[in-house]
């Protein structure tokens, strides 16, 4: 079945504006984005519960890691924003909206945030806008988050942004830094039906621009 259209992001991508945030795509050609995806996806604490398909280790594997990105928004797969202060633009964190499926209407979401940027509330923060977006612009009905088993700050943020748990998933993700092993994750489920979760930060104007 082919995307609904108007649903579909492909093309320009918009912006997400609100809880003190600015959510845009990460865009490959900048340096500064390629520098800023470098030092998330290598830091310690993101590799201790994420193992990507391709490990990102310098400058180029990591243009390489957005343009990959860009390239999965084109095709409506996935759509990847780079979190930001709404008014320093100070980089932050990233959130993505992954594994489109648009006859299921089921998304997946995933989100890290920068060393310096933690205890701020920004992955709840960020989540709120993102599920949003999808739940409505996009037309999803149900997005998924999953988490590796014992990351107790992914399980608290999810449940905050109406993600209910929703069991174990044996085997699921990779260990941490290999490839042929596997370990358990929790997996979290928000459906467009669900109540709105309690929103701290509520600000009238908040907008998808």
Excluded at 2 to 12: C, K, L, Q, V
Excluded at 13 to 28: F, K, T
Aim: aromatic share 6%.
């Amino acid at each position: 079945m082919a995307p609904i259209r108007d649903h579909s992001p492909t093309g320009p991508h918009p912006d997400l504006r609100g809880h003190g945030l600015l959510l845009r795509p990460w865009d490959a050609g900048a340096g500064a984005d390629v520098d800023t995806w470098l030092r998330g996806l290598r830091d310690p604490e993101f590799r201790r519960w994420n193992t990507p398909l391709r490990p990102v280790t310098d400058r180029a594997s990591a243009r390489e890691s957005l343009l990959a990105r860009a390239q999965a928004a084109m095709e409506g797969t996935s759509v990847s924003f780079r979190v930001a202060d709404a008014r320093s633009d100070a980089p932050l964190g990233h959130v993505g909206v992954n594994e489109i499926k648009y006859h299921l209407k089921v998304a997946r979401v995933g989100y890290w945030v920068l060393p310096e940027a933690r205890g701020r509330g920004v992955a709840t923060r960020a989540l709120l806008l993102a599920a949003r977006w999808a739940l409505t612009e996009l037309g999803m009905h149900r997005l998924e988050l999953d988490h590796a088993v014992g990351h107790e700050a992914s399980c608290r943020i999810a449940e905050r942004c109406g993600f209910s748990y929703e069991g174990t998933l044996r085997g699921a993700i990779f260990q941490e830094e290999r490839h042929d092993a596997f370990r358990d994750a929790h997996l979290h489920a928000r459906l467009a039906t669900d109540p709105e979760p309690e929103d701290p930060w509520g600000e009238p104007g908040d907008a998808v621009v």
